[in-house]
């Protein structure tokens, strides 16, 4: 498996921006695809975005397209959510997950972080 650290959550006003990290280690990054995923207190897990192993795909729940961006860097064993214009519902411990394959089911994700905390003020 491989070992996920997340980074770069904190406090935004709404209409904001944060740019949150998911650095990789122990196996090959370039093997996984990945995905992140968010959870606030009561509520399942929800998939947020994910990106395919050559980052050529990506996927989005629809409560976030157009204001998140997923990418990844393979020399820097990194992925990252950048995220604007935020709202307060997405406020969430934000997680970042490693999958053999480019689907958004969290089921499928092996690997995972433990967590940033974002939080968005109104």
């Known amino acids: 498996q491989v070992q996920l650290v997340e980074s770069g959550g904190g406090l935004v006003q709404a209409g904001g921006s944060l740019r949150l990290s998911c650095a990789a280690s122990g196996r090959t990054f370039s093997d996984y695809a990945m995905g992140w995923f968010r959870q606030t207190p009561g509520k399942e897990r929800e998939f947020v975005a994910v990106?395919?192993?050559?980052?050529?795909?990506?996927n989005y729940a629809d409560s976030v397209k157009g204001r998140f961006t997923i990418s990844r860097d393979d020399a820097k064993n990194t992925v990252y959510l950048q995220m604007n214009n935020l709202i307060p519902e997405d406020t969430a411990n934000y997680y970042c997950a490693a999958a053999q394959k480019f689907t958004s089911r969290s089921a499928d994700f092996a690997s995972w972080g433990q967590g940033t905390q974002v939080t968005v003020s109104s």
């Open positions: 990106i395919s192993r050559n980052g050529a795909f990506t």
